[in-house]
């Protein structure tokens, strides 16, 4: 929307700068149409850096998405028994084929009600954004719903009801009741310990305006995915949160010392073309003298004189307008 407010005013000068009914008036608006283009111009470049730095945290963010939901999806997963598909290699051991499928014990509770889910009224406040609980790669295995695999049809087992044995110790002195009896049956459960996000920081010191962490680090070979998360994250509010260049803020103040006007209204102003060099200050003192004038010492007369005048059906010429 600024980018398009911008596009609009440079329009608006430039068709000025043809339909004054003077020169001082054309070359005026010339001026201020091609100081538009520039700040235009860097208003696109700096777009684009934004839309660069939101594009590389939104790839991070959907990667971080998509191992969320290879957890919710494959944490569920169980073992099963591969019926009828068991071996014996040679005379000492036994060969017990499983497969994977999935259990109704689900990762995590849903919501119960998604209006939990809206955000709340208050406009989020991007920039006191700290610290990102982020799940790793290697994270996604401790959170998998724990297998047990139960051997029955057994008698004779002198342990009970012993917990912690090795699998030599739990099996010792067990025989089946009888040939052929022995089963295999299958359970699951969550981990006992809860699962907890790593917390990243996304700024360097952990203070609200703390620089983004070093590129090099954050996104080397070395880095791991939480920090290049973090990184990209971090870049991504901080060019959001500086605003793109703008015209709003003109006066003749703020153009008097400006190459592009200077060097326009130089060429363009006969009283003015005897001056050899516009980046010298005192050769350029009578064009910043007349820039201050004419475009007024503050934005809000700038802005009367400059901008809203053209909403108007018609173009006046200067000498008509008021000076300050």
């Given at each position: ?135 790793k790669p290697n994270q996604l295995l401790a959170n998998f719903n724990e297998p047990t695999v139960t051997i029955g049809g057994f008698q004779s087992c002198n342990t009970g009801n012993q917990h912690g044995l090795s699998l ?157």
């Amino acid at each position: 929307r600024q980018l398009d407010s911008l596009r609009k005013r440079t329009r608006a000068w430039a068709t000025a700068a043809i339909a004054e009914q003077t020169v001082t008036g054309r070359c005026n608006y010339r001026a201020l149409a091609l100081k538009a283009e520039q700040i235009e111009t860097e208003a696109e470049t700096t777009t684009r850096r934004h839309n660069s730095a939101i594009t590389d945290a939104l790839q991070h963010l959907d990667a971080q998405l998509g191992l969320l939901e290879a957890l919710l999806t494959a944490g569920t997963a169980t073992l099963a028994e591969d019926t009828n598909q068991h071996s014996q290699t040679g005379r000492a051991a036994v060969n017990i084929k499983l497969r994977l499928t999935k259990s109704s014990t689900a990762v995590c509770s849903k919501l119960k009600n998604a209006n939990k889910l809206r955000p709340n009224d208050a406009a989020p406040e991007y920039e006191k954004l700290l610290t990102l609980q982020v799940t790793k790669p290697n994270q996604l295995l401790a959170n998998f719903n724990e297998p047990t695999v139960t051997i029955g049809g057994f008698q004779s087992c002198n342990t009970g009801n012993q917990h912690g044995l090795s699998l030599g110790a739990a099996l010792q002195s067990c025989a089946q009741s009888a040939a052929g009896t022995s089963s295999l049956t299958f359970s699951q459960k969550r981990p006992s310990k809860t699962y907890t996000a790593t917390p990243v920081n996304i700024r360097q010191g952990n203070t609200y305006d703390g620089a983004c962490p070093n590129e090099g680090e954050a996104t080397g070979t070395a880095a791991d995915h939480s920090q290049k998360l973090g990184y990209y994250v971090c870049k991504a509010l901080e060019k959001a949160g500086s605003p793109l260049p703008s015209v709003n803020e003109l006066s003749g103040t703020a153009l008097k010392t400006d190459p592009i006007v200077k060097l326009t209204l130089r060429n363009c102003l006969p009283r003015f073309q005897h001056i050899v060099d516009t980046t010298d200050s005192e050769q350029s003192k009578p064009i910043e003298e007349y820039i201050e004038k004419t475009f007024h010492k503050t934005s809000k007369d700038f802005n009367t004189n400059f901008v809203e005048v053209l909403n108007k059906d018609s173009h006046t010429s200067l000498s008509e307008k008021t000076s300050a």
